[in-house]
T-cell receptor, first 115, second 114 residues
Framework: GIQVEQSPPDLILQEGANSTLRCNFS?????LQWFHQNPWGQLINLFY???GTKQNGRLSATTVATERYSLLYISSSQTTDSGVYFC?????????????????FGQGTILTVHP | EAQVTQNPRYLITVTGKKLTVTCSQN?????MSWYRQDPGLGLRQIYY???????DKGDVPEGYKVSRKEKRNFPLILESPSPNQTSLYFC?????????????FGPGTRLTVL
């Protein structure tokens, strides 16, 4: 099945700093999403971005599908940005996914923002 | 408000006592799915449903059952829960399965089996 690798595994920042999180995937995808898991365990949709670039406030994301990676940018980080950031992909049917529509998650990046 | 809801949000139970975790979505989505999240193992798919009366196994289906009698509901059934099913469970839905469909997740159900 498709493999998803996220880096870095851990990231510690001071409030106000900028950061870039990376997601590499091993095969063609038809869906790529970024999530933020808050301290209460909820998965918050950040971006649906199988290709291209999107921005939402202080967050932006870019996916280069042909090179099989995606980047999540966080600018002017705040303490409320703390949590785990997941990248999740769904492989194309022709890539041999065993469950059409299944999201394969990376292991996440644990972000801690200190005041 | 478009959303996926799960109930209960927290549950502590004992081994062998049958339980059901409900999942409902109000977006008229065809595709629904269950995942479990465990430390060190990440999120893994349990079962999914492409449409009413159509369900199939994901990566870790053992010990679980599902049904899809109505489009909006996709309950997860643990007939005889065991401690290794202690986990954080998420229900998800999307308009269609497959190409270019964003998935939306419920708030999660934290289950402890003693």
């Amino acid at each position: 099945g498709i493999q998803v690798e996220q880096s870095p595994p851990d990231l510690i920042l001071q409030e106000g700093a900028n950061s870039t999180l990376r997601c590499n995937f091993s095969d063609s995808v038809n869906n790529l999403q970024w999530f933020h898991q808050n301290p209460w365990g909820q998965l918050i949709n950040l971006f649906y971005i199988p290709s291209g670039t999107k921005q939402n406030g202080r967050l932006s994301a870019t996916t280069v599908a042909t090179e099989r990676y995606s980047l999540l940018y966080i600018s002017s980080s705040q303490t409320t940005d703390s949590g785990v950031y997941f990248c999740a992909v769904s492989g194309t049917f022709n890539a041999g996914g065993t469950s059409y529509g299944k999201l394969t998650f990376g292991q996440g990046t644990i972000l801690t923002v200190h005041p | 408000e478009a959303q996926v809801t799960q109930n209960p949000r927290y549950l502590i139970t004992v081994t062998g006592k049958k339980l059901t975790v409900t999942c409902s979505q109000n977006m008229n989505h065809e595709y629904m799915s269950w995942y479990r999240q465990d430390p060190g193992l990440g999120l893994r798919q349990i079962y999914y449903s492409m449409n009413v009366e159509v369900t199939d196994k994901g990566d870790v289906p053992e010990g679980y059952k599902v049904s899809r009698k109505e489009k909006r509901n996709f309950p997860l059934i643990l007939e005889s829960p065991s401690p290794n099913q202690t986990s954080l469970y998420f229900c998800a839905s999307s308009e269609l399965a497959g190409a270019y469909n964003e998935q939306f997740f419920g708030p999660g159900t934290r289950l402890t089996v003693l």
